[in-house]
Structures are given as structure tokens and as C-alpha cells.
């Protein structure tokens, strides 16, 4: 069944949680968990383990920025006095596609539309990328660039180099 909370006033719901454990624990301040063991035959399907949408519609006179985030997550991991190994994710994304018929899966699928400038991913900060980079690349490249294949439309900098620039298809 589908559980309706409809607050008074402005309309947030608000959860909050406090880690009191004084040993290691696993646990999480929401965990949705969306399970689905229908067999499906002869229509589409489509699951969310969840499902955010965030609409704005008012005619704005203001002149001071207004600023909308679908998702806005933080994570911080700081004062460990230990030299142990410390992971901290913003974002961790993972999918697992079938093998049977035509499949993708996609760990992150991002757009950007109508905008005067528009970014499908915008990573402030240092990129490292592991198997394929598929589609036009524009940008600057500081370190080592390294292709498996012959790149091409290369403008400026070099492939394999320490500075460049790549444009282009690669």
C-alpha cells in the first residue's frame, strides 16, 4: 500500500537520526528498499527505488538567484584520530544489467536542457575515468592522457603527453 503524508503548512517532512553506537555499525538515515519479483510478460515495466521530482512554476520578479536541486547530497568524514582507510562518497552509483536481449546499463545518465549553458556532468575537481570514453571530449588535459587506440581530430596538446588540450572526437 502507498503511504500518504500530507504535513500542514509548507509541506516539508523532515527525518532526522543520530548515530549513537560507540562501536562500528552499519546503518542509514532513510533506506528505501524496492523490491519486485513479478514475472513480466508481453507489457513494459519501470521500478524506482526512488522517485524525486521537483517542480517550480511561479512567475518570478525577483532579481536574486533561485537556485532548484533534484537531489542535493552531502557526505563528510572528519576527526578520525585513527590512519586507517576512510572512503567518503558524495554520490555512489552502481547498476547491473541483464545479459538477455538488447541491455544497457548506465551507473550515471545525466541531461542538461535549456539553459543558456548546459552541463549533462560538471566535476570540479580531479577526473579519473576507468574503461571507455565514448562521444566528443572538449577540454584540458594536465598529466598523462593515454588512448588504447589511435586517437583523432586531435587541436593543440597531445595524446600520451604531459599538457595538452583535446578537442574533438577522441
Request: aromatic share 6%.
Amino acid at each position: 500500500e502507498d503511504l500518504t503524508i500530507a504535513p500542514n503548512g509548507i509541506g516539508n517532512l523532515k527525518i532526522t537520526t543520530t548515530d549513537i553506537a560507540t562501536t562500528g555499525a552499519t546503518n542509514s538515515g532513510l533506506q528505501v528498499t524496492k523490491t519486485s519479483s513479478a514475472v513480466v510478460t508481453g507489457t513494459s515495466q519501470t521500478l524506482y527505488g526512488i522517485k524525486n521530482v521537483l517542480t517550480k512554476t511561479g512567475a518570478d520578479t525577483s532579481v536574486d538567484t533561485t537556485t532548484l536541486y533534484g537531489i542535493h547530497s552531502a557526505a563528510s568524514n572528519t576527526g578520525s584520530t585513527d590512519a586507517g582507510t576512510k572512503n567518503t562518497y558524495g554520490v555512489y552509483a552502481s547498476a547491473t544489467g541483464d545479459t538477455n536481449g538488447t541491455t544497457t546499463a548506465y551507473g550515471i545518465y545525466a541531461t542538461a536542457t535549456g539553459a543558456d549553458t548546459n552541463y549533462a556532468g560538471y566535476f570540479n575537481g580531479a577526473v579519473t575515468a576507468t574503461g571507455t570514453i565514448t562521444g566528443n571530449l572538449t577540454g584540458n588535459v594536465t598529466g598523462n592522457a593515454t588512448t588504447a587506440t589511435t586517437a583523432t581530430n586531435l587541436s593543440g596538446g597531445s595524446v600520451n603527453g604531459t599538457t595538452g588540450t583535446l578537442s574533438g572526437a577522441v
